[in-house]
Each structure stands twice: as C-alpha cells, then as structure tokens.
C-alpha cells in the first residue's frame, strides 16, 4: 500500500527533511574530512602511521673475517656473554658483589668497586661463559644484564699472531692486519627498520625489499698458508730453543710473485688473550726495527760487480791473507786466503772479497745498486708500522762507508727487505712488491678486490740473476751454507752473522750476534725465498751453523707439502707406498 | 533493468572488498610469520658460526701436530723415511705408457681391483 504525501503529517515532513538535511550535512562532513585527512594531509599522516610503527635503529655491523689462503679462518667472530651493570639501579652492591665473586673468580672487593662507580653503565666481565651467565641471570640482581655481544677470536691461536695483529673489547683493530685495515673489517653502521604493532611485537612488510639486517666487513684472504706457517713457526721456536737465543724470525716469499707465504716471530703471543702481553712482545720488531745484516747483504755488492761487467764469476780476487786495513781498522776475514775466484769469495763470505766487489764498483754505483735491491725505503708491503731502514747518501759516507756497507754493517735492513732482494735474484732480476691481501670479499665470499703481483722495478738482467744464482748454489754446496742443502732440491743462498753494535761499549760486541740465512728453492724453479733470522744464539756463532739448519728443515717439509718434486714433477709417496703401488702396477 | 545491476555492482564491490582486506590481512599474517624465520635464521646463523669456530680450533695444525705426537704417538719422518722420486729417476714400465709417474697418479685415483 502505498501511502500518499497528503497522509504524511506536515510536522513528520518537516522533521524527515531536517533528518535528511542533517544527514547529509554531516556525511558531507565527514567527506570532508576524508578527502582532508586522505588527500591533502595524506603524506602526514603516511608520515606519522609510520612513526607509529616503524622503529630505526643502528645496527654494529659483524667484523669480516681473515682467513688463510685456502679460506681457513684465522680470524673470526663468536657469540659471547658479557655483564654488565647499571651501578645506580644495584641497591646492594656488597651483597650483589658477594654474590658474583665465586662465579666470576674475582674478589668482592674489586666487584663492588665496580658496582658503585658513578657511571650510568659498567662492564662487570667479559667474555663470561654460557653456564655462568645462566647462574648469574637465574640470581635476579637487581641493576645487572648479560648482554650477547660479538667477540673477536683467533681459532688458531699463536699462529700468525705478529701478522694478524688483534682486535680490542671494542672490537677494534690495535694491531698488525686488523689495524691495518680497520675500516675495510669493521664496515659500516647500518639503520635497520623494524615495524611493530600496538602489542610491540615486531613484523616484517612482506613487500618490503629484503635485506640484511645485521651488516658485515670485509672479509679478507691473505696470502699465507696455515700449515706452511705452521711449519715456519715450529721450526723457528726449535732453533730458538736448541740455540737458547732471546728471539727468531723467518720470512717467506713467493719469489715470483711477491706473495708473503709465512711470516713467523718467536717468542709469540696469543692474540685471544693479548692482555697478558706487553706492546713490545705484541710488536712486529721484523718490520718496525731494522738491523744490520752483516754478509747477507754481500749479494748487492757481488751483483752489481757482475752486472757492470766490472769483475766475473772467474775473476781473481787476492784475499790479502784474511786481512785488510780500512781507514785505520783492520777487517778479518774467517778464513785466510791469499787468492781466490768472485765465486769462492761470496761462498766462503770473504769480506775482503766483498769489500773488493764494492770497491770495483766505486760508491755511486754501489749505492745505486743498493737502492735498486730496494734498501732504504719501504717495500710498500699492506702492514702498519714498515721502517725504511737506514742507508745514508753516499755524500754523507766516511772513509770506511763503502767497505762497511760491503759488508754489511752501517747500514740497518728488514728482513722483509732481504727477502725482496734475494727475490729478485731467484726471479730473474725483478723487485717485486711484496704483499700479504690475496683478496678482499664481501660477507657472501665474493672478491670485491683481488691484489695481483706487482713489479716496482728490475733490479739487475736476468743473465746477471742466473749467474748470481748458480754462485749462491755453491754457497751452499761447498761453502758456508753447507748445512741448508737439501738432498733432493737445489737451494742458493747466502749466511750471515752479524756482530750487534754495543752501545754502551761504543763498538761491535763479539758475544751477541744476528745470524741468518736467506736463500732460496728450488733454483731451477723458485717456489720460495726464504730468511731465518736468530737473535742472540748462545749456543752456535754462526748463521752457517744455526740458520741454514733450519732453513733445510722448513724447506724440505714445505716443498713437499706444495707438492714440488726434484724434475717438476708433483707426486710424493712414502716409501712404502711407493713400494706397494710399485708391485700392483706391475701385476696390473 | 537498473536494479539488477546496482545489485550485481554492489556484489562486486562487496566481493571486491573482503578479498582486498583478506589480502591484506594475510600479508600481516605472513609479516609475522617471516619475523618469527628471521629470529630462526638469525639464532642458525649464529650456531653456524659457533660450529666453524669449533672446527677451525680443531684444525688447528698446532693442536693436530699436538695430539698425532702425543695421543698416536707420531713423530717427524726421520732423514731417509720419504723418498722423493724424480721423474727421470723412474724406469718405464711395461705397461706401455711412457710416463710412470701418471700410471701411479692413475692408479691412485682411480684405486683399481688387484688380483
């Protein structure tokens, strides 16, 4: 039934049209507001909605890594537990100390000294262990908090420790190859943001882009082998001890490209508990502190007598009986001799002959020579601290310079440096620059950056190198290096025993001595190049004696391990198992 | 005429509405969900890394050397227990092929049955 506009009374009409009005009214309204609130404050409010539940916070990125050449890590990261305190929120700390004490093995005294300093936050121990943790969280001490927090570790311990250098509480570089490349290993801070709902629970945007929320640094790939510095580092501690010397070093280098193979320091340290050492004990004193090599350094003077045709492996040189007066002193050779060839002086270490070689060449080209090998300045190798050692200009030399630097002395090296010149002679008469950052990867293991081996100059013609090479062969077949030869590889080298300058005394001491021997193998095809350095034998004198023993021993373990064989080939089998596979061969 | 098609069209809207909130509603469930991963990632991760640190201590050639010469009672090949073997040392064998070395490597590799 339909109801007609004359049955409506007039008051309901007017009333509905004022409904209808006022609805509208207020639709209109809030049309309005949707229209202000959606369309010309919509950035505000998008704005304000994300304030609301998005929360920015920076995240400390995970340090990179440093792993060994075959990507075995030697420096890495672990989750550890740290406790800490809010002193003002601690409302007994002599009993709150009480209670820590035989958990933390610490004195109440000193824990409750650090509980009532007046500091917002305290570091109470750290790392603490996840089983003391659990007891000291299940305590309930009001003011305390174990954090999880990332700690620097060394799973290989001393190995490398001296390259590798170490990483604060902080977790901050301090040494060696962490301080080095500090920023690379840190990374950057990142702002990570979070969303979270009126309950504070936390969601992710499912269309959000994904990313890592934890950042990383730079992981780093070194040129060094564990095991080769394994072996480096075991066999440099037994020569130490057998010797009773104060310290050793050794120094390896692929002589043909530059790469730093092993680089061991003895006494080491730990770098997980690098607290318990001093700065000194810490230090890499094989780069920091130069020394004077004493006849290692003969191989200048002998290469740049071959190289400027000025004398030749057969040339005579008269020995002077052993003796010879220089600018008022007398140098001693060990063995006297009235004649002998180039050769026979650099295997018998004749330091007249040295000083004969030097002398050829006359000051300046000595000098350059020096310079050319690479002496006097730094190698440029990625390691904080590199000392140019000391060679002064020959304007500035004395009468007795020359022969002094001939032999050795007046004149402050790296080992570093001695490697890089022995280099050149092995490879062919190339100075290469020596480096230990194989490559540089990003968290996932990509190599950002790969160092490639670099030449800095030629230091002498390859023929010069080749004839060098074959009179160091004789050093040791029959001269002073006697003791490095290897019974299947060819090895050249030189020994040196240098007298430490007292400075007390004013002179040379003839107690403590430098001895060392720096060489190379195979000479065939140089796969190392190699110094041992021991510092202050007392048991042996010379570098013949001491060092060369034990470069023949890390040698014939290493090459091996390379899989090097006399001939080039690259296959080892024991004795036995050559025996065994010999006899199946044949039945097959 | 027009009746059936606001009708249809308000249908569409409705349907058009539960399925963009149900949508929605989902990607929140899901954003939850993928939290709660991100916190077993995150918690994997770590015991991952945990894990490596045991195993790179373990390979430690320090702690081997340690334990083969203390626990198995190994010690360094004395001068004349390894025989290195030169290529040109080794006389061919009858096999035929002129490299005996690379029967050896073969032979190694390959482990064949011995009679």
């Known amino acids: 039934m339909k109801v007609s506009q004359a049955d409506v009374h007039p008051n309901c009409r007017v009333r509905s049209g004022f409904l209808c009005l006022g609805l509208m009214v207020g639709f209109v309204l809030v049309f309005c507001r949707l229209f202000y609130l959606q369309v010309i404050q919509a950035e505000e409010g998008a704005r304000q909605a994300e304030q609301q539940i998005q929360k920015t916070v920076e995240v400390k990125p995970v340090r990179g890594m440093i792993l060994d050449r075959q990507g075995h890590p030697l420096a890495m990261n672990v989750e550890a537990a740290s406790l800490g305190a809010r002193p003002q929120q601690v409302l007994d700390p002599q009993r709150t100390a009480r209670s820590l004490a035989p958990l933390l093995h610490e004195s109440t005294g000193r824990l409750k000294g650090i509980l009532t300093r007046n500091a917002s936050f305290v570091r109470v121990a750290h790392p603490i262990s996840e089983p003391i943790a659990e007891k000291i969280e299940a305590l309930k001490l009001p003011g305390l908090k174990v954090e999880k927090v990332q700690q620097r570790m060394y799973p290989k311990g001393t190995l490398g420790s001296h390259i590798l250098g170490f990483a604060g509480s902080e977790n901050q570089g301090l040494g060696g190859i962490e301080y080095q490349y500090e920023t690379l290993l840190r990374g950057h801070e990142n702002l990570v943001q979070f969303q979270r709902d009126a309950l504070g629970r936390t969601f992710t945007q499912p269309q959000g882009q994904a990313m890592d929320r934890v950042p990383s640094g730079y992981s780093l790939q070194l040129t060094i082998d564990e095991v080769v510095q394994f072996i480096a580092e075991e066999e440099l501690a037994a020569v130490v001890r057998k010797s009773e010397a104060k310290s050793g070093s050794v120094v390896m280098m692929d002589p043909m490209t530059g790469e730093i193979l092993a680089w061991a320091l003895y006494p080491t340290y730990d770098p997980n508990r690098y607290q318990d050492f001093s700065d000194v004990e810490r230090l890499n004193w094989t780069l920091t502190n130069p020394y004077e090599p004493g006849s290692t350094l003969k191989i200048v003077a002998a290469a740049g007598a071959l190289q400027e045709n000025v004398m030749t492996p057969g040339t005579l040189i008269y020995g002077n009986d052993g003796q010879m007066p220089i600018a008022g002193t007398i140098v001693h050779d060990p063995a006297k001799s009235s004649w002998m060839t180039f050769s026979e002086a650099l295997a018998r270490s004749s330091n007249v002959g040295a000083i004969k070689m030097a002398d050829s060449l006359g000051a300046q080209r000595f000098f350059r020579y020096l310079k050319a090998f690479g002496f006097g300045e730094k190698t440029g190798i990625d390691l904080p601290g590199e000392s140019p050692g000391k060679l002064s200009d020959p304007s500035q030399w004395s009468g007795r310079s020359l022969s002094s630097i001939a032999m050795g002395q007046e004149i402050a090296v790296t080992p570093l440096q001695l490697v890089s010149a022995m280099s050149a002679i092995a490879n062919g008469g190339r100075v290469m620059k020596p480096y230990i950052i194989a490559s540089v990867q990003d968290q996932h293991g990509v190599p950002v950056q790969v160092n490639s081996p670099e030449k800095i100059r030629d230091a002498i013609y390859p023929e010069t190198a080749i004839k060098m090479s074959r009179i160091l062969e004789l050093v040791v077949e029959r001269g002073t290096g006697r003791q490095a030869k290897l019974e299947e590889y060819r090895v050249a080298g030189k020994t040196g025993t240098a007298q430490k300058f007292d400075r007390d005394a004013g002179a040379y001491s003839s107690s403590n001595v430098i001895v060392s021997f720096l060489g190379f193998a195979p000479v065939d095809e140089p796969r190392l190049t190699m110094l041992v350095m021991v510092n202050e034998p007392h048991v042996g004198k010379y570098g013949g004696e001491i060092a060369a023993p034990a470069f023949k021993k890390i040698a014939e373990r290493v090459l091996p391990y390379w899989g090097v064989l006399p001939g080039g080939a690259h296959i080892i089998q024991t004795a036995s198992a050559l025996a065994e596979t010999s006899s199946r061969t044949v039945v097959q | ?115």
């Open chain 2, 1 to 115: 005429m027009k009746k059936p098609v606001i009708l249809i069209l308000t249908m569409l809207l409705g349907v058009w509405c539960f399925i963009y909130v149900g949508i929605n509603v989902d990607m929140w469930r899901l954003g939850y969900e993928l939290e709660g991963l991100e916190g077993q990632r995150a918690e994997l991760k770590r015991q991952h890394e945990a894990l490596q640190a045991q195993i790179s201590k373990l390979m430690d050639p320090q702690q081997i050397a340690r334990r083969a010469a203390q626990q198995l009672g190994f010690t360094a090949p004395r001068e004349g227990q390894v025989v290195m073997i030169s290529l040109d040392a080794l006389p061919p064998l009858e096999t035929g092929s002129a490299d005996p070395v690379q029967l050896v490597q073969n032979f190694l590799d390959s482990q064949p049955e011995v009679p």
